[in-house]
């Protein structure tokens, strides 16, 4: 099947940028907007073509910026409103995308509205949250047995009005009551507000708790701890708080906003389930959000076993075949960094870097990933992350990880390492103490190093980058897997299709050489992970190719 004809947003490659550590142009050791737009030259060379940025709206900051106190003000920390049109100027001067992370579930409670709700019950915006009784008698239980995502009920009591107000992830995050219209108008103003400044699309925050079940009804109880993909969490299935029906009608609304405007808006949400449930988001003709994140499916590319990496690719092309777009994601500002989880093996990283950027669908790449930045280590009594606070007063916290469960999403979210200068040239004052500390390995791992060194993680992503770029096959075409029999075990291939033009990809997943019959008499080799590969010479082997360990190459 090919797309009829295709869109922007369904070629592109998305960049995340979590701003306070990306680039700091003050000296406060916080990362800004100005220092991001000093940054952009960088990025536009990177070959990337869209970038999302986590949340620079007004905020306490509790949740760094997930937290918002007001949806239409930039948060002093990162700069002014000036500054994020400024950004968007001269992002779309350079042809960049702009996409901004909108909180819909939730606000801060330092928000003026819940402020004005939590205030008494008759206030007009009471109803804007979600308020309830407790369970009798006598009320001191919350009203039902939800939990919210770090595990804790997911009500909090106000003994002013002895009512308890549910949140989805953290008790200073109330969610917003959407079967309320009145908040529904507010948030769409908000979002044509922001679509009227001309940002291009929006990351939508744990969209699949918009709705919850309006009786309440209890979560049955499992022994599951954690499942992205069953949508449970702390021994529940999260039936009647999350993925709901009206969530899912919610997507075509949205969409619709979006469709006011030219040339198209992209939406992308973050959302938990099945395959089968996520699929839903997309609305039942394609016509609700553009695309997903499917994290269940693509993080599994991080345990490196290559069979189950391609039942997965199978599983994905056969739930979301075009015109659907699937997403393939290996990071973000809430997951381990992914070169740690492949003990910091840079060809591994790079063939994994391969495959993302050829298969079919919109890969999303966190800031930092293209020079192979990795975890850091910290203690989780200082952890700025609310996350790791909480969990250090457990205590094994370390096990809670081993259950599948983040403890401090600081490990990620370190400033980015642009050079080997004192705080990796994040800050341009060398005596201030960033936000969150530098990874120790900034002399190795930055920018300005990898620039010049060809055999670099950053220079392997910029050529795939422009490989991707210059073969639109691989932007849109059609994907096929190669059977390569016995092979198969350590081997991935694919072929992509557009037109009359195929691109094959080949991806070793062994740490042994190995020899492959070719499809073509003369291939012509346009990638090889290695930065020095000299043309494929079939006859030199006999008809077969020749892939070095963890060797992933692409050719015509
Ligand atoms: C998901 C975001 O990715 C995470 O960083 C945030 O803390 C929660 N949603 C709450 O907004």
Redesign the pocket.
Known sequence: MLYDSYKWWQKTVVYQIYPRSFKDSTGNGIGDIKGIIEKLDYLQDLGIETIWF?PFFESPQQ?YG??VSDFRQIEPNYGSMNDFDKLLKEMHNRNLKIVLDL?L??TSIKHPWFIESASSKDNPKRDWYIWRDGKKPGGRKPPNNWKA?PGSPAWLYYENTDQWVYFH??PF?PDLNYRNPEVKEEMFDTIRFWLDKGVDGFRL??LHGIYEDESLRDNPITWLLYSEEKAAYNFQYHKYDLNLPETFSFTLELREIMDEYKPERLLVG?VTGSIEELKKYYGPNNNGLNMVFLFEYTSIALKFKPKKISKDISRIEKNLPIPYTPTYVYG???RDRYISLLNNNTQKAKLLATMQLTLRGVPYIYYGEEIGMANVKLKLKASKDP?GRKFAKFPYPQLTKLLGIFVS?DVCRTPMQWSGETNAGFSPNKNVEPWLKVSENYKKVNVEKEEKDPRSILNCYKRLLKVREENLTLQIGEFEFINLEKLNKKCIAYRRIHNKQVVYIYLNFSDKEILLKTPKKEPNLIFSTLSNRKALDPKEYNRNLKLTPYEGIIFK
């Open positions: 986590s949740d997930y937290d909180v579930n939730h995502i992830f953290l995050q925050d744990i973050e973000n500002h809430d996350i999403r």
